[in-house]
């Protein structure tokens, strides 16, 4: 077998090789930051969990609500000065 001939087998390979080391990576964090608490090895960083109560939960949704109340608003005000400025409120055409 020529190395030639399995060009695509070793561009597949060294393709997974790539995906392989760069999922492996850390991001680019140092170990200093990372401080090993537990007495098992296999233990993986995680970040502290943050209690999501109901009260909290309904609090961010009202202000999901509220953002996207003010973003139709916005973009309804837009649309009618657009429209008294005469300009094409037609969405852009890709050339």
């Known amino acids: 077998?020529?190395?030639f001939k399995n060009w695509k087998l070793i561009?597949?390979?060294?393709?997974?090789a790539l995906f392989t080391a760069c999922?492996?990576?850390?991001?680019?964090?140092?170990d200093e930051d990372y401080s090993d608490d537990?007495?098992?090895?296999?233990a993986q960083r995680s970040a502290p969990k943050e209690k999501i109560?109901?009260?909290k939960l309904k609090k961010t949704e009202d202000?999901?609500?509220?953002?996207?109340?003010e973003n139709h608003k916005l973009r309804k005000e837009?649309?009618?000065?657009k429209n008294?400025?005469?300009?094409?409120?037609?969405?852009?055409?890709?050339?």
């Open 38 to 42: 537990s007495d098992s090895p296999s």
């Open 63 to 69: 202000e999901a609500v509220a953002i996207t109340e």
């Open 78 to 81: 837009i649309f009618e000065a």
């Open 23 to 30: 999922a492996g990576s850390s991001g680019g964090s140092s």
């Open 53 to 55: 109560d109901e009260n």
């Open 1 to 3: 077998m020529s190395l």
């Open 11 to 16: 561009l597949a390979a060294s393709t997974v």
């Open 84 to 95: 008294k400025l005469g300009i094409s409120t037609a969405p852009a055409s890709e050339e």
